[in-house]
């Protein structure tokens, strides 16, 4: 502070107390300090309501006058609307006025000064009665893309649909074979299916899972099945609707929830409801105007000229305001979430959440938690979900009552950034600070964390492309240290980790379709597949490490650490723990060993990985790291 004369830092609670998120019409006092040389005349804060875009100015009042610094400030009252409220500084002296803000939209912390408006730092205002469920934020997840799993029996031709082409090996790679016009007009299937999942649970079960998400399994035409036929029959690939049934079944039996992949922003133009072709016994919306399903699509020019997902004329896009459609998929008594419900299915991922709207979603919402309040209701979301816009409309997934969780590609995007070189660990603790900030805490604990899934590259296949060393022995060591480090991160990280199937085997993969390979059975990478079962176990044994408080520190600009830990008997949601302390350090540097000086608390800490036991000097741990080492520290009482 002293280099500056002008200061504020949110991340500080001298300065905006309390830290991050605040309750609807809770206080918040913000501070600022400004240097003597500026010859104050007065300091205002700006404030601005994001639904309304209403802009309060209030005067600030001078709190402490030391070190030729004053500081000045105030308490603002939230508003009884969740929303954010977005604010910033303005210093008058007597010639001019100079404005602060923070220094650009993804980092919070420290500002600087502008000439006029500046970037304005974020307050996410959310509904406090709103609670994501605890064993949610517990949980451990393992994700499926159910045709390349596991096979119990082979493929019935009948059930296949006419356009698909069955593999006579398991270990093939998948392909599309697409005309002129780039569309895929035959989709390969492996033959994966819900009985050879069931068959694999306790192999699930050992990775300390909890939580297993399936891609769509609805009737459909393709082999993701994001296209999908009928919301009301599981794919006859895949198996029966008892077969689900058992598997959630099985699944409970182990500790393992079930959630489903909810594609509702469009359907498969073969279709029950769309029915393009004519192959389903309806009426479909495509065949004629008095169809119970017209009014679910928007059509410019009838009947070929419609609204499609991202313009792929195989998936027509639904209104989702139409009431009819609401009612179909949430209210009727055999509504799309009803019938599931009876089945024992309580857990969704929705498919491309921002194309909902958010109307929608709280109507799923309420009725998931009518139903079981434990449901967990979780959006496929790629950005900051505290802030997300979409179709011109800021959206209300975690001011309560809308979302339990969303996919966390923003802590991704920066563990890859930090790994390969493109950002400092500096500025890697500013941005993940910055994510807290704006998440209230229930959801920052619940968010889906995860390296890789069914839309993006395969973490191993990402590192081996990014790695500058030939390819050989050396390099695929660097590689399987980069891949251990990344996944006990993961693991010790607030929120869920999720496992992509065939991760934790080794499996390699770019570009949709090479990322949905079929599991590589017999082929595994066994000290991988060790690595993640550890952690797995790691994680189930160690409170902290789910719902401890995290305090995150970058001591070098290659050295990235984090330290979780209960004390006085509560985790962060007052539930009872018995209290620990542990640390992740990991030195991304591929060529050089670091030694650091992190601060931590008197006593002893061992490396729960190596063995190794480290002392403190005073309130410092000095470690030093081989290049791509990573630890796991555990203070021994």
Known sequence: MKHLDIFHNSFDTVYRDPFGAAPKGSHVKLSIDVHHRQHVSKVSLHYIYDQTNEEHVTEMD???EEHQFSGFEVTITMPEEPQLVWYYFEIETE???????RKSAEESGEGMVYGENPPSWQITVYDPSYQTPDWWKNATMYQIFPDRFHASGDIEMARAPKTSLVHAHWDNAPYYIRNERREVVRWDFFGGNLRGIINKLDYIESLGVTVLYLNPIFEAESNHRYDTGDYHKIDPLLGTKEDFEDLIREGKARGIEIMLDGVFSHTGSNSIYFNQR??????GAYQSKESPYYSWYTFHQYPDEYDAWWGVGTLPTLNKEDESYQHFLVHDKDSVIRTWQRSGMNHWRLDVADELTDDLIRMIYQELKTHQPDSVLLGEVWEDASNKTAYGKRRDYFLGGVLDSVMN???????????????DAIA????????????PKEYFYAVMNMLSSHDVERIKTLLEEALPVPSDGEKDALIVKQLKALSLWLYTFPGVPSLYYGDEAGLTGGEDPDNRKPYPWGREDQ????????????????????????????????????????????DEFGTEASDEEMMFVFNRNINEAKSINVPAKKGRWQDIIHKSVYKTKGNTLSLTLSSSECMLLRRLH
């Not at 001019?96 to 803000?101: A, E, I, K, R």
């Not at 890697?428 to 998440?439: I, N």
């Open 527 to 570: 000290d991988l597949l060790n690595w993640y079962k550890m952690m797995g176990s790691v994680r189930g044994e160690h409170q902290a490490l789910r719902t401890g408080d995290w305090i995150s520190n970058a001591p070098d600009p290659d050295v990235y650490t984090f330290v979780r830990s209960i004390e006085n008997g509560v």
């Open 62 to 64: 001078v709190y402490s």
């Open 428 to 439: 890697l603790h500013t941005r993940l600070v910055t994510l807290r900030e704006h998440y």
């Open 278 to 283: 004519g192959e389903y016994d309806s009426v």
């Open 95 to 101: 010639d001019h006025s100079l404005y602060y803000g």
């Open 409 to 423: 590609y923003p802590l991704r995007a920066l563990m890859l950034d930090f790994i390969r070189g493109e950002m």
